[in-house]
């Protein structure tokens, strides 16, 4: 069973064959987000750790950057200037509009795939060193709720490309919540709303007592949990609220939008998107639409792809771009998907090609058909030394190529290529050669 690398723990490294799945992974992301009409954005590794602080995020573990000669008070220092990795892509997203938001038309569409840094204690499917992907869009001023449908639809397209076994993306929305809350004297809806997301880890009987400790009636935190067990489709989903009896205007415009969600995406993915009421994602800038994600059969793994709606995390002076987006914790996917064999790559090299070298003399001319093949788009390498063909078969063998080009020894014969897989050799002609289609390059191969 493969696993990354790992001399540090948290920061892993790949095989060749490994990172081969990772690439053609994120290759395939940017590929469906620009069919969407996402433009992809990179924004700096380091941010101000006044930037990292923001917006409900103190309790990230901030990679803080040094210099080997700086001073040892400065170093010790808080110091907002200070600078740090970013851990997300969200906070660096939003200064990123606030700095550009005079460059960009509006709604503006962005996908950003990069590296994150989190000092987290490391374990199965989480580093200190990873890789997300991150699909937002923005308005400004205001934002139609259709992109809150959209984005739940594009990311199944995405997780369906990649060949995922079976997930579902379940939703809810905030405002439902909170007008529950709201009908139920809870003063802090915000702590409420952290307290319930807590649910799957610490089980109902804990959630109902800290609700409870932060002054929330025993009635109303078992209102809450009640609520909390709504699931499925949108018929189901409009009994059970119906039961509640709640009238304010928050939990109606919630559960408008929620249902309006639910029945758009049965007819355009019908069966991937759920209602699960129990999220609420606990961070404190999301205010409408919010999604989490799971595979079956590896829940354990938690939410593969989570966000929602947010309206004033992005603010320049008395303008707002209210946004919604949604993040693909690729490595920690990866490292489950490579570790059970569910994604592997076809062969552990990009070459499709080894052109056979006859002798040293005659290298220049296993240089030269190496050069035409890539000229025309073929992965091609030259054998490492010009031993005797069947030990440059082995060697073409064991790296996975699957053929061996054999270059003509005397005037007027033609070139050779061997699948070295059945054993077929034939005669080519190098300027309309090719491989079989699905050699030309690396796949995702998955289990039947």
């Known amino acids: 069973?493969?696993?990354?690398?790992?001399?540090?723990?948290?920061?892993?490294?790949?095989?060749?064959?490994?990172?081969?799945?990772?690439?053609?992974?994120?290759?395939?992301?940017?590929?469906?987000?620009?069919?969407?009409?996402?433009?992809?954005?990179?924004?700096?590794?380091?941010?101000?750790?006044?930037?990292?602080?923001?917006?409900?995020?103190?309790?990230?573990?901030?990679?803080?950057?040094?210099?080997?000669?700086?001073?040892?008070?400065?170093?010790?220092?808080?110091?907002?200037?200070?600078?740090?990795?970013?851990?997300?892509?969200?906070?660096?997203?939003?200064?990123?509009?606030?700095?550009?938001?005079?460059?960009?038309?509006?709604?503006?569409?962005?996908?950003?795939?990069?590296?994150?840094?989190?000092?987290?204690?490391?374990?199965?499917?989480?580093?200190?060193?990873?890789?997300?992907?991150?699909?937002?869009?923005?308005?400004?001023?205001?934002?139609?709720?259709?992109?809150?449908?959209?984005?739940?639809?594009?990311?199944?397209?995405?997780?369906?490309?990649?060949?995922?076994?079976?997930f579902k993306i379940h939703v809810n929305n905030r405002k439902l919540v909170q007008g529950i809350c709201q009908a139920n004297g809870v003063e802090d809806v915000e702590e409420a709303l952290r307290i319930l997301d807590k649910l799957d880890k610490i089980g109902a009987d804990q959630v109902s007592e800290e609700l409870i400790k932060n002054g929330i009636s025993e009635s109303g935190a078992a209102t809450i949990l009640k609520m909390a067990q709504i699931s499925g489709d949108a018929q189901t989903v409009s009994a059970a609220l119906a039961e509640f009896g709640v009238e304010n205007d928050l939990f109606e415009e919630g559960k408008n939008e929620l249902l309006a969600l639910l029945e758009e995406a049965e007819k355009r993915a019908p069966g991937v998107v759920i209602a699960d009421l129990k999220i609420a994602r606990g961070l404190d800038y999301y205010t409408g639409s919010v999604y989490e994600s799971f595979i079956a059969g590896h829940e354990d793994l938690g939410s593969i792809c989570s966000g929602g709606r947010y309206d004033n995390l992005i603010t320049v002076g008395n303008k707002t771009y209210p946004g919604v987006g949604l993040s693909i914790g690729v490595s920690r996917l990866l490292a489950r998907m490579l570790g059970e064999d569910l994604l592997t790559a076809s062969r552990p090299t990009p070459t499709a090609v080894l052109v056979a070298v006859n002798d040293e003399a005659t290298r220049s001319e296993s240089n030269r058909i190496a050069d035409a093949l890539r000229e025309r788009g073929i992965p091609t390498d030259v054998a490492p030394k010009a031993a005797k063909f069947g030990k440059q078969i082995r060697f073409a063998d064991r790296q996975g190529i699957p053929y061996v080009w054999f270059p003509a020894t005397e005037e007027g014969e033609a070139d050779q290529v061997k699948d070295i897989r059945s054993g077929e050799q034939t005669e080519a002609d190098l300027s309309t050669w090719q491989p079989e289609a699905a050699d030309l390059r690396v796949r995702i191969s998955r289990p039947n």
């Open 1 to 166: 069973m493969p696993r990354p690398i790992a001399s540090i723990s948290g920061f892993p490294e790949w095989l060749p064959q490994e990172r081969l799945v990772e690439q053609l992974v994120l290759d395939q992301l940017r590929e469906v987000f620009e069919l969407n009409g996402f433009s992809p954005i990179e924004t700096r590794a380091v941010e101000p750790l006044s930037q990292l602080l923001r917006k409900g995020e103190t309790s990230k573990e901030i990679y803080l950057l040094s210099r080997l000669q700086g001073e040892a008070a400065e170093e010790a220092s808080l110091d907002p200037k200070r600078l740090g990795l970013h851990f997300d892509l969200t906070v660096p997203f939003a200064r990123y509009i606030s700095e550009n938001a005079g460059k960009l038309a509006f709604p503006f569409k962005r996908y950003q795939i990069q590296k994150v840094w989190r000092g987290e204690r490391p374990q199965d499917g989480r580093y200190r060193e990873f890789i997300q992907a991150d699909i937002d869009v923005v308005g400004q001023g205001e934002l139609a709720f259709h992109h809150e449908v959209e984005l739940p639809l594009v990311m199944a397209r995405a997780l369906s490309a990649l060949g995922i076994p079976a």
